[in-house]
Structures are given as C-alpha cells and as structure tokens.
C-alpha cells in the first residue's frame, strides 16, 4: 500500500490555502464533485507537484441490499484514472431503498445511514464489495462512519463486522477515529475496543475530524475544530499501528488557514505521541488477507429482507412513516431532523440563488418541505421540486421574490416535455400566474 503521510481534505472554498500549506503530502476529494474532463486547475497543480489526490466516493451506497450501481462504479473508476490515484474510497453505508427489489417507493437517503450489523447485512455487503473491486482499476478502501441510530439484533460489534468484512474481500480499511469517537458517544461503543478487534495490516489510511455534542448527542459535523478525544483515538490506533496515511476532514465553517495548519501540527503531535509508545513496529502497509472468492452468491432472499428493513427504516426518517420495532423513537427523531437539515443546507449549495431569493423564509420552508416530499432524484432536483412546492403552495405572495423565483424554476425546469406530464402541467400553470 502507498505511503501517503500528512493531508487534508480539498474543498473549492480552501483550494488556494491548501496549495500554500506547508507539509501536505496528499489530498483527498469527494469523487462526485469533480468531473474528469475539467479538473479544478488547483488540483492539477498539486499534481503536477507530485501530491497524490485520492476520490472519496459518498454515493456509491455499498452497504445498500442493491447490487452497486454500474453507472456510479465506472464514474468513480473514470475519476480515478483521471487523477491518477493509487487508491479510491467509499463508505460501510447504505444511502437509498426501495424500489423493485421490495416492491415499494425508491427513496433517497442523501446521507450515508449505518448498516446493521448482522450476517445478512455482512454477506451482501461482501458481495457488493467484490463486485466494486471487480470493476475499479486500483484497490478500493470502505469506511466506517458515524451513526446517530443502533439496528436492534445487531449480531456483531463494529470491530467484529469490519475484521470480518477485510478478512472474506481483502478490502482495505478507511479508519475514521471521529467516527469512533462519534459511536463511543451515541452508542456507547468503545473505541478501543473496536480498535483491539481490526485486521491492523488492512488500514489503509485515517480520518480525523470535528464534531460537537448536544443534548447528549454527538454531531459528526466535519465544521468544528477536532476535539481532544478524537485526537486520544488517533493516538490509540498509532499506538497499535503505523498508517500508511493520516487525513483531516473539514467540509463546511472553514477556519484562516493558519488554525488548519495549528489543527495539521495536532494530529501529527497525536501520530508521534502514538508512535513513541507502540510496543512492536506494526505496520499496516503489509498485504491484506486473501478473499474467500469462491463464496456462492448471496441469495435474493437476504437481499429482500436486507432492503425490507432498511426501506422502512429509511421511510420513517424521510417521510413520516411510524418508527420500526426496535429503534428508539426520539434518537430516530434526531436523526430525522439532521437528515432535513442537511438537506437544506446541501441544496441552498446547489442552487444557491434559492435562499438569496428567499431570504431568511428559505430555511423554515424547504424543512416545511422536506417533511412531506423525500428526496426522489439527487439534489439537484431536490431544489426544483422544493421551488415548485414553493410556488404552487401560495405561502409566497405576489412580488419580486415570487417572480424571480418563477423564472429561476422555468430557466432549469428544460425545454417543454414531449409528452404531458406533471411537469408539463406545472411549467403552463406557473407560465399563467
């Protein structure tokens, strides 16, 4: 596995602060927000200065009862050709439901939400890894994420699921110690246990990052300064192992670069306090174990109970369908309101002429919204249907803002349909007011 060292997460809105920063070996980028055609110029000059860019899947949905999607997998292996990555990496996660396989609405998470721990949910999700590995050019990595919510009857701890999800593939491991942190906080797991049970050799590389608590409720925010115990977490692991790689992650909020580099300069204080006390020179760029490729395919009969489960799950975080047995209410209702809010906050990045239209009425109505209408083709229709609500709903009185907002939806709704249909309808009704 490569070396990677020190490095940050690359965003547009820090692009020229990380070219400046001193001691960045890599970075990483969300796969889907870059387009292998047209790189963002900053990215090709730190290539051209020999720094490793790594694409970060986010919607990928392995962890989903669904067979991986072939559209998302050769994107994401066109990304990693265009950027010449040793490496490309998703998440342990499931981010839609429904649909053919359980007979019921497809519905979009626009989250990574957890898996349940149990051996069906283990034996798709290694089937829909090999099938990922099969079709990327350079070896894959999968994380493990943050969840808010615990699937009741889980059969296997977090250290238990990824030990066995690397031992059966050979995929490599995205540790992410904020996450652990986050699950030690909302699930009362504990880190190092966790820690104690991973194949050490299958690390790929870490991630660090920011958070905070309310009301007893850890919120992996990836906006805030990194916490002590997230950097204890660090330095446990470094203590069991050396990582080919360490990342900080930091999506939204962002700091002067100057507190980036003193946030830098903490996690390598925590990768060398780590260091000075490993009992043995472990090394996690040694081979990962071998798959157990010649595993029968895993019987639709799982896949189904797999996506009936998570279906229901996923409609009573979206659309206000009752909870399923075994999930705690109100921990379901936090996770519920953090899924809106993201929403909101995601498509007003999208479309940002929505809350500059608006105004301040743009976050209350697109969570009015968000309660009734989930989330049916990506953000970008998000933030459509979101304007025609708006429009057709008669909350937005006649004036500048009802009128700009109109020809906002008609210049991105397209050409007239060639056939009638809703949208149609709706384009003449808003064509008339």
Same mark, same amino acid.
């Given at each position: 596995?490569?070396?990677?060292?020190?490095?940050?997460?690359? +965003?547009?809105?820090? #692009?020229?602060?990380?070219?400046?920063?001193?001691?960045?070996?890599?970075?990483?980028?969300?796969? *889907?927000?870059?387009?292998?055609?047209?790189?963002?110029?900053?990215?090709?000059?730190?290539? *051209? +200065?020999?720094?490793?860019?790594?694409?970060?899947?986010?919607?990928?949905? $392995? !962890?989903?009862?669904?067979?991986? =999607?072939?559209?998302?997998?050769?994107?994401? #292996?066109?990304?990693?050709?265009?950027?010449?990555?040793?490496?490309?990496?998703? %998440?342990?996660?499931?981010?839609?439901?429904? !649909?053919?396989?359980?007979?019921?609405?497809?519905?979009?998470?626009?989250? $990574?939400?957890?898996?349940?721990?149990?051996?069906?949910?283990?034996?798709?999700?290694?089937?829909?890894?090999?099938?990922?590995?099969?079709?990327?050019?350079?070896?894959?990595?999968?994380?493990?994420?943050? #969840?808010?919510?615990?699937?009741?009857?889980?059969?296997?701890?977090?250290?238990?699921?990824?030990?066995?999800?690397? =031992? +059966?593939?050979?995929?490599?491991?995205?540790?992410?110690?904020?996450?652990?942190?986050?699950?030690?906080?909302?699930?009362?797991?504990?880190?190092?246990?966790?820690?104690?049970?991973?194949?050490?050799?299958?690390?790929?590389?870490? %991630?660090?990052?920011?958070?905070?608590?309310?009301?007893?409720?850890?919120?992996?925010? %990836?906006? %805030?300064?990194?916490?002590?115990?997230?950097?204890?977490?660090?330095? =446990?692991?470094?203590?069991?192992?050396?990582?080919?790689?360490?990342?900080?992650?930091? &999506?939204?909020?962002?700091?002067?670069?100057?507190?980036?580099?003193?946030?830098?300069?903490?996690?390598?204080? #925590?990768?060398?306090?780590?260091?000075?006390?490993?009992?043995?020179?472990?090394?996690?760029?040694?081979?990962?174990?071998?798959?157990?490729?010649?595993?029968?395919?895993?019987?639709?009969?799982?896949?189904?109970?797999?996506?009936?489960?998570?279906?229901?799950?996923?409609?009573?975080?979206?659309?206000?369908?009752?909870?399923?047995?075994?999930?705690?209410?109100?921990?379901?209702?936090?996770?519920?309101?953090?899924?809106?809010?993201?929403?909101?906050?995601?498509?007003?990045?999208?479309?940002?002429?929505?809350?500059?239209? $608006?105004?301040?009425?743009?976050?209350?109505?697109?969570?009015?919204?968000?309660?009734?209408?989930?989330?049916? !083709?990506?953000?970008?229709?998000?933030?459509? &249907?979101?304007?025609?609500?708006?429009?057709?709903?008669?909350?937005?009185?006649?004036?500048?803002?009802? /009128?700009?907002?109109?020809?906002?939806?008609?210049?991105?709704?397209?050409?007239?349909?060639?056939?009638?249909?809703?949208?149609? +309808?709706?384009?003449?009704?808003?064509? /008339?007011?």
């Amino acid at each position: 596995m490569t070396r990677l060292g020190t490095g940050i997460g690359w +965003r547009p809105e820090i #692009a020229d602060a990380v070219e400046r920063m001193p001691g960045i070996d890599w970075v990483e980028v969300v796969a *889907e927000n870059v387009c292998p055609g047209h790189l963002p110029d900053s990215l090709l000059r730190l290539r *051209e +200065r020999g720094v490793t860019v790594v694409p970060h899947g986010v919607s990928l949905g $392995l !962890g989903g009862a669904e067979r991986p =999607d072939e559209g998302r997998l050769a994107a994401l #292996a066109e990304r990693a050709e265009a950027l010449g990555s040793p490496l490309v990496t998703e %998440h342990i996660a499931f981010v839609r439901a429904g !649909g053919p396989l359980t007979a019921s609405p497809h519905l979009e998470a626009g989250h $990574l939400l957890p898996v349940p721990r149990t051996r069906d949910a283990l034996d798709v999700l290694c089937e829909n890894v090999r099938i990922a590995q099969d079709a990327l050019p350079v070896p894959l990595a999968v994380e493990n994420i943050a #969840a808010l919510i615990a699937w009741p009857g889980e059969e296997l701890t977090e250290g238990q699921f990824l030990y066995e999800l690397a =031992d +059966r593939t050979g995929v490599r491991l995205l540790i992410d110690v904020a996450n652990l942190h986050t699950n030690h906080v909302n699930r009362g797991e504990d880190p190092a246990k966790a820690l104690a049970e991973l194949p050490l050799e299958a690390i790929a590389y870490v %991630h660090v990052a920011g958070g905070f608590e309310r009301d007893g409720v850890w919120h992996d925010s %990836h906006a %805030h300064p990194v916490p002590r115990p997230v950097l204890d977490v660090l330095t =446990d692991l470094t203590s069991r192992v050396s990582p080919p790689g360490v990342l900080l992650e930091r &999506d939204e909020n962002f700091p002067e670069p100057g507190e980036l580099e003193r946030e830098l300069a903490s996690i390598r204080e #925590a990768v060398e306090e780590g260091a000075r006390t490993r009992t043995a020179p472990a090394d996690a760029t040694a081979p990962a174990r071998t798959p157990d490729a010649g595993r029968a395919a895993v019987p639709d009969a799982t896949r189904q109970r797999l996506g009936l489960a998570q279906a229901a799950l996923l409609s009573a975080l979206i659309a206000g369908t009752p909870t399923p047995e075994g999930f705690d209410r109100v921990r379901l209702g936090v996770q519920a309101r953090a899924l809106a809010a993201k929403r909101a906050d995601v498509v007003a990045k999208v479309a940002p002429e929505l809350p500059l239209i $608006l105004g301040g009425a743009y976050r209350t109505a697109f969570l009015a919204y968000a309660q009734g209408h989930p989330m049916r !083709g990506g953000y970008r229709q998000d933030a459509l &249907d979101f304007a025609e609500q708006v429009l057709l709903g008669g909350s937005l009185e006649e004036g500048r803002a009802r /009128r700009e907002l109109r020809r906002w939806w008609l210049d991105r709704s397209g050409p007239a349909p060639r056939r009638r249909s809703r949208l149609g +309808r709706v384009g003449r009704s808003l064509i /008339r007011r």
